[in-house]
């Protein structure tokens, strides 16, 4: 019965009203609320308008209702494109001047090229990072005179210093190479076997990027009793022939030892000093600086630092090698020649003798040239000492030295 009635008096009055005119009422009502907001907002932001200009000297520009957009902002696009061609013009014009900041540091560089001992810089040596050194509490007392302070608890190494012993090491490794020595370059850290192979290759010494064999310098007749050596002439040349006569010679040992990381190889500085060979290690300031005979105080630890050290001392060996090698088109030669070899297919009477006579021949070349002297008798003498003098012989003629 509740549902029956409530039915039959509700129905005329839905059935009556249309679905359309609802609608109808409901969007006509949004609009105008829309309208009314906004006209509101108009006057908000002129009102706001007014109060600015009378507070400041220099009046608001007015907003347009429709466009909600202000004169100036109209004035600026147009003359956006004026402003985008005088700023094209002042580029064609000015554009080249200045500086080009590039990327200074090229990991492949200090492989290809090194620096050579004349450019050692200590902006150089602060770009590797050779002045950091380790903690305060790992350090060796004896790299005193080396630090230059203490930075966050890691000692700093002075560069002063690093760069006046880089090119000392850099003269002795020159010096070695120019007298013809054997320089071995030691690295068996990870990484450092590039640099090592580079800088054996520039001095055309010899290198070495893994374990050191315990022996081999005070026991090298039994671990390198098998290696091939040869006899070259002073241009590097091999002198065929001398293949009998060293068999029993003993094994080559090197004159220069380069380490550049001495806590792990210090087995070879030990067997280094007892055979006098002198040595030239890279000392951070954890280990001993007297382990080797000539310190290069730096940072260890950086494989840029390594490479710049690497490539200085390798391009000292290349120097002297060129030395070495100018002087022999001279005719001069700057090692010391191997002795107690001769030449095959001649006996030992007829190489003195041919020596004895050269060498005569020589000094009365020199007597004839000197007109100072005039003296028959005391070039008699000469000769006399130069045929008696022991120790000077020159086999064949010919100085020669062994290489490995």
């Given at each position: ?7 039959l ?20 009502s ?20 007014a ?9 608001v ?20 494109a ?31 090229h ?13 770009a ?25 608890g ?10 006046a ?35 054996a ?16 310098i ?50 070879l ?9 002198p040595?030239?290690?890279v ?15 730096a940072?260890?630890?950086?494989l ?7 490539g200085?001392?390798g ?40 020596a004895?006579?050269?060498a005569?021949?020589e ?42």
């Amino acid at each position: 019965m509740i549902i029956r009635h409530l039915a039959l008096r509700s129905g005329p009055w839905a059935v009556a009203r249309s679905p359309f005119q609802a609608l109808r009422r409901f969007l006509s009502s949004e609009i105008d609320s829309i309208e009314a907001s906004a006209q509101n907002s108009v006057k908000q932001l002129q009102l706001l308008e007014a109060q600015l200009n009378a507070a400041i000297l220099q009046p608001v520009p007015t907003i347009d209702p429709e466009t909600h957009g202000t004169a100036l902002s109209a004035q600026i696009t147009d003359s956006v494109a004026a402003e985008y061609h005088r700023y094209k013009q002042h580029q064609q014009l000015i554009g080249h001047l200045g500086s080009h900041i590039t990327p200074h540091y090229r990991p492949q560089t200090l492989l290809n090229h090194p620096p050579s001992p004349a450019d050692v810089t200590l902006e150089l040596l602060l770009a590797s990072e050779a002045h950091q050194g380790h903690a305060t509490s790992l350090w060796n007392p004896a790299n005193a005179r080396y630090i230059y302070g203490i930075r966050q608890g890691i000692h700093i190494i002075a560069l002063e210093v690093t760069a006046a012993h880089l090119r000392r090491a850099a003269k002795v490794v020159q010096e070695v190479a120019r007298r013809g020595g054997l320089i071995l370059f030691v690295g068996t850290r990870d990484g450092q076997d590039t640099a090592v192979v580079r800088a054996a290759e520039l001095a055309k010494g010899y290198h070495l990027f893994e374990r050191w064999i315990p022996g081999s310098i005070t026991n090298g007749q039994q671990i390198l009793g098998r290696c091939r050596t040869k006899v070259v002439n002073e241009k590097d040349e091999e002198v065929p022939g001398f293949e009998e006569q060293l068999y029993d010679r003993s094994v080559l040992r090197p004159d220069l030892v380069v380490c550049l990381n001495p806590l792990e190889n210090y087995v070879l500085l030990h067997e280094c000093a007892l055979n006098n060979i002198p040595t030239i290690g890279v000392i951070d300031t954890n280990a001993d600086p007297t382990w080797v005979t000539y310190p290069i105080p730096a940072n260890d630890d950086s494989l840029r630092c390594i490479q710049v050290i690497a490539g200085v001392l390798g391009r000292a060996g290349e120097a002297g090698q060129k030395q070495r090698l100018a002087a022999a088109e001279k005719g001069w030669v700057t090692f010391l020649p191997a002795l107690d070899l001769k030449l095959p297919d001649e006996s030992e009477d007829d190489t003195a003798k041919k020596a004895a006579g050269k060498a005569r021949k020589e000094v009365i070349n020199r007597f004839n040239e000197d007109q100072a002297l005039g003296n028959i008798g005391e070039m008699e003498d000469k000769l006399d000492a130069l045929n008696n003098r022991d120790g000077r012989r020159l086999r064949g003629g010919r100085r020669i030295k062994i290489v490995d």
